[in-house]
């Protein structure tokens, strides 16, 4: 079983790959839109990647209202 | 299509629908690969009065109004039509709002009966209800033994005799839409069954429904557009509604194909998307395939300037059409400003996008593009029976947009002030900036509201935002519309900007800005300031202490330019 600090730097490898920015550049407590710079639908895409990388289902109120890479990791975990 | 003359009310209409459609399908539901539901007319009906009944055991009255609080899904209509068959009036909700702002909004609308999904239920049923009048709260799928914190469950909701339909008069109210004023002000728009009625008989000769026509609805349904387009307009038609319950791209994608659609209502940001995968697509052609598709694009481009050819289209860029099923006609657009070059994108590959300009208050369409020939310069001709004049147009012919209409709001509800200064002598003044041309279609050239419409159809009323820096330790502060400050004619990429009048000690680039950064991280991205401004001066203020926006406005304009803006 994956510890939440395993599931987080897995989330910022994986954006950092899809959206090609240097995975330094990234911390857990970002606000996604912000740093990567993309709107809800890119966020969305995003979410799609993580789910096949994980192999889960997140329902999209799980995500709904979700900002940080650290919530999004917690509510991962949750489904792991 | 229903000849919509002949009913007096939206349930009436409804109704009728499933009389002359028993077993043509209305209602598909897909959640990724999986379809989970397919209902016909007679279905429909026969769902929605069993939770009918069971409103009207529960004492729902005719004039009672019910708030719906569900992601799109066919539970969403059929709870609809259920309070409308109980006489009752709707108030849509958006589901994507804070717990404190459903609660608020609750209240405001003085709704006896709440309808929700479960994991909304499950993030508002913590919340102080103290303030509402909802009796009633019926949660969909709720999980087997899950605590409903005194909720009904929707599936097992129903009375124990056949209900009776209820009769409402055209100008009763059917929906209280809220266009607004989530933290502020609420502007709940009364609209009568005759405004629905009114704009589905004038919208649908040109964008009709038929048995067998499909529209996918991705656009939230407590939306003017999607209640319309994606309940009202195909139900009167005998057409059927797709609902997604996972709604990302990729499934968007395939519901096209998979269910042959014909229609969707979309919003800039949407869009937009579409046309960044399809650019991304056409970039990786190779450069044979490439030249042969830009030669199509050229001959489509020039074959379709004076009207819409869709076979033409279809036949000359069929892989393009064949991604989006093949059966498209229109994509419906709005909710905000679409970009032209968009527009002419998606016109040269001939797929049609009907766009328009409308509002809430005006039950949805006001203008629409007929696309003969394409203008994507403007936002169309007025629909029918809908008159629109420019007041006080400057030298340029730019004025405010007001509109007149049988489709036109009742009222604000309990706003009576409001309603006062938004309908004068029958008139809806918009808000809106705009000039009409020489052949009747209307240009949209900023907004004399302070207000701003993001690309994704949210309206945000800088007061709403306000209390999410209640407290800020400043002297004061106050948030505007960037474009309201200083006005450009221009209505895309619209931002709000906070400012702030420090004490005269403070440092405001240090310990203030963090904090205005920390309270902007707290709204949703759509809603947050994109910078501050430092305002020296005393607000100027009302009697009552309530701050002159209008004047502080025009001051900070005069004074200042738009390089004073810090970005956060």
């Known amino acids: ?70 919530t999004l990791a917690s509510r991962i975990q949750a489904r792991l | 299509m229903l000849n919509l003359s002949q009913y007096e009310s939206v349930g009436a209409a409804l109704t009728g629908a499933i009389e002359h459609w028993p077993d043509e399908v209305c209602l598909i539901e897909a959640d990724r690969e999986h379809e989970r539901c397919r209902l016909t007319y007679r279905d ?69 009966v709440l309808i929700a999904e479960y994991p909304i239920w499950r993030a508002l049923s913590d919340g102080d209800f103290t303030s509402t009048r909802v009796e009633t709260i019926l949660v969909t799928e709720a999980p087997a033994g899950a605590d409903l914190a005194g909720a009904k469950r929707w599936e097992e909701f129903r009375g124990h005799k056949a209900p009776e339909f209820r009769p409402r008069k055209c100008q009763e109210a059917a929906c209280i839409v809220y266009s607004s004023g989530t933290g502020g002000r609420p502007k709940g728009c009364v609209l009568t069954h005759d405004n629905y009625l009114q704009q589905c008989a004038a919208v649908s000769p040109l964008w009709p429904f038929w048995p067998g026509a499909r529209y996918l609805s991705i656009i939230p349904t407590n939306h003017a557009i999607d209640f319309m387009g994606g309940f009202i307009m195909p139900f009167t038609g ?53 030249r042969m598709l830009n030669a199509l694009v050229r001959i489509n481009r020039m074959a379709t300037r004076g009207r819409p050819r869709l076979w033409l289209s279809r036949a000359l860029l069929k892989d393009v059409h064949k991604a989006f099923g093949g059966e498209l006609r229109a994509l419906l657009v709005g909710g905000a400003f679409t970009e032209p070059k968009t527009l002419e994108f998606f016109h040269d590959l001939g797929i049609q996008i009907a766009n328009g300009y409308g509002c809430t208050e005006a039950c949805t369409a006001i203008t629409v593009n007929d696309m003969k020939p394409f203008r994507p310069d403007t936002l169309g001709k007025p629909v029918a029976g809908m008159q629109i004049r420019i007041v006080n147009p400057g030298a340029d012919g730019v004025g405010e947009v007001a ?40 240009q949209l050239l900023g907004r004399k509201k302070n207000m701003i419409v993001t690309a994704e159809g949210k309206n945000i009323y800088p007061e709403d935002i306000e209390n999410a820096f209640d407290s800020l330790p400043v002297k004061e502060f106050c948030v505007f519309a960037v474009n309201y400050l200083w006005p450009q004619r221009t209505m895309i990429g619209e931002q709000l900007v906070l400012v702030v009048h420090p004490d005269a000690a403070q440092n405001v680039n240090g310990a203030i800005r963090g904090e205005v950064e920390r309270r902007n991280q707290r709204l949703v991205p759509y809603k947050r300031v994109s910078g501050y401004v430092l305002w020296p001066e005393d607000f100027p203020r009302t009697a009552s202490l309530k701050i002159k926006r209008n004047i502080l406005a025009e001051k900070i304009g005069r004074q200042l330019d738009r390089s004073a803006v810090q970005p956060l």
């Open chain 2, 44 to 112: 429909f009906g026969a769902a929605a009065l069993r939770l009918a009944g069971g409103l009207e055991e529960n004492g729902f009255a005719p004039g009672d109004r019910a708030a719906i609080l569900m992601s799109n899904q066919s539970k969403w209509l059929i709870s609809a039509y259920a309070v409308f068959f109980c006489g009752g009036v709707l108030v849509p909700l958006d589901y994507k709002l804070t717990p404190a702002e459903h609660v608020a909004l609750l209240a405001h609308s003085k709704s006896r």
């Open chain 2, 403 to 442: 509109v007149r209409s049988k489709t036109v709001m009742s009222h604000y509800l309990d706003d009576p002030e409001l309603t006062a200064e938004t309908i004068v002598d029958g008139w809806l003044l918009t808000g809106d900036l705009g000039k009409i041309d020489a052949s009747g279609h209307l």
């Open chain 1, 1 to 70: 079983m994956k510890t939440l600090e395993q599931t987080t730097d897995e989330i910022l490898g994986l954006a950092a790959q899809h959206f090609k920015i240097p995975r330094s550049e990234l911390a857990p407590t970002d606000d996604f839109y912000k740093k990567l710079k993309i709107d809800s639908l890119r966020a969305l895409e995003l979410i799609t990647r993580l789910e096949n990388h994980f192999g889960i289902e997140l329902p999209d109120y799980e995500v709904q209202g979700v900002t940080d890479f650290r």
């Open chain 2, 238 to 290: 005998g057409g059927t509604v797709v609902h997604l319950r996972t709604l990302r791209p990729e499934y968007i994608r395939e519901a096209f194909t998979r269910y042959k659609i014909t229609y969707m209502a979309v919003v800039p940001l949407i869009l937009k998307n579409l046309e960044r995968g399809l650019r991304e697509r056409f970039a990786a052609l190779p450069p044979m395939k490439k």
